[in-house]
Antibody
Framework: EIQLMQSGGALVQPGGSLRLSCAASGLIVSSSYMTWVRQAPGKGLEWVSL???????KYADSVKGRFIISRDTSSNTLYLEMSSLRAEDTAVYYC???????????????WGQGTVVTVSS | DIVMTQSPDSLAVSLGERATINCKSSQSLFYTSDKKNYLVWYQQKPGQPPKLLISWASIRESGVPDRFIGSGSGTDFTLTITSLQAEDVAVYYC?????????FGQGTNLEI
C-alpha cells in the first residue's frame, strides 16, 4: 500500500521560512515524479512544484526563487523548503506521486493527507 | 499559461439523475504525436485530498465506478456522472498536463 505521510505545517510570520516533509512508503521517491499542490482556504487547487525522478525541478511562477523541492533517498522523503513566505502562501499543501507517460507527468495518483501552512503576523 | 475554465461553478442534481460538468482550455490539449488529450479529472470530498478519477480525458482509473464518464477532445471536455449517488457529493476539478505550469479549473461543487 502506498502512503504519503506529511508534516511540517505551521503558523509562520511573513518573511519567514518553513520546511514541509512528505515521508513515503510503498513507493520509491527517487524513482518517482513527485509534486506539491496547494489549496488556499475555501479555494481551488494550485500546482506548486514538480521533482522528476532524474532530479530536474519545475516551479510555478508564484513560488519560483522562494521554494525549493528536494528529496532524501535514505529516508525516502520529499521536501518543500519555503522561504520569504507571504500571506498568499497560506494554504493546505499536498504532496503527491504523479503517474508517468513517456517522460511526462500524467495525473497525481497518490496523495498525502495535506499539511496546513498559515502565514500571518 | 493554459487557462482552464469549468462550468458551472455549482450544480445540484437529484439522486439517480445525470450530472454534467464542463471544462474548457485556452488552448488544445491534444498532442498529435500520440493522439492523447492531456486532461485529467479529480474528485475532492471535504477534508480529503483530491482523488484521480479519469486520465487522458476519458480513461477511468482502477476502481472508479463506470457511472463516471470522461469525454471531449482539444479544448472542450466533459465529466458526466450518469446516475448520481449520495457519495458523489464533492468538488470536481479538471487539470491540464499538456504544458507547464500545470493548471486546474476553478472547480465545480456538486450537490444533491
Amino acid at each position: 500500500e502506498i502512503q504519503l505521510m506529511q508534516s511540517g505545517g505551521a503558523l509562520v510570520q511573513p518573511g519567514g521560512s518553513l520546511r514541509l516533509s512528505c515521508a513515503a512508503s510503498g513507493l520509491i521517491v527517487s524513482s518517482s515524479y513527485m509534486t506539491w499542490v496547494r489549496q488556499a482556504p475555501g479555494k481551488g487547487l494550485e500546482w506548486v512544484s514538480l521533482l522528476y525522478s532524474e532530479g530536474n525541478t519545475k516551479y510555478a511562477d508564484s513560488v519560483k526563487g522562494r521554494f525549493i523541492i528536494s528529496r532524501d533517498t535514505s529516508s525516502n522523503t520529499l521536501y518543500l523548503e519555503m522561504s520569504s513566505l507571504r500571506a498568499e502562501d497560506t494554504a493546505v499543501y499536498y504532496c503527491a506521486r504523479e503517474s508517468v507517460y513517456g517522460g511526462w507527468a500524467a495525473g497525481a495518483t497518490d496523495w498525502g493527507q495535506g499539511t496546513v501552512v498559515t502565514v500571518s503576523s | 499559461d493554459i487557462v482552464m475554465t469549468q462550468s458551472p461553478d455549482s450544480l445540484a442534481v437529484s439522486l439517480g439523475e445525470r450530472a454534467t460538468i464542463n471544462c474548457k482550455s485556452s488552448q488544445s490539449l491534444f498532442y498529435t504525436s500520440d493522439k492523447k488529450n492531456y486532461l485529467v479529472w479529480y474528485q475532492q470530498k471535504p477534508g480529503q485530498p483530491p482523488k484521480l478519477l479519469i486520465s487522458w480525458a476519458s480513461i477511468r482509473e482502477s476502481g472508479v465506478p463506470d457511472r463516471f464518464i470522461g469525454s471531449g477532445s482539444g479544448t472542450d471536455f466533459t465529466l458526466t456522472i450518469t446516475s448520481l449517488q449520495a457519495e458523489d457529493v464533492a468538488v470536481y476539478y479538471c487539470e491540464q498536463y499538456f504544458s507547464l505550469p500545470y493548471t486546474f479549473g476553478q472547480g465545480t461543487n456538486l450537490e444533491i
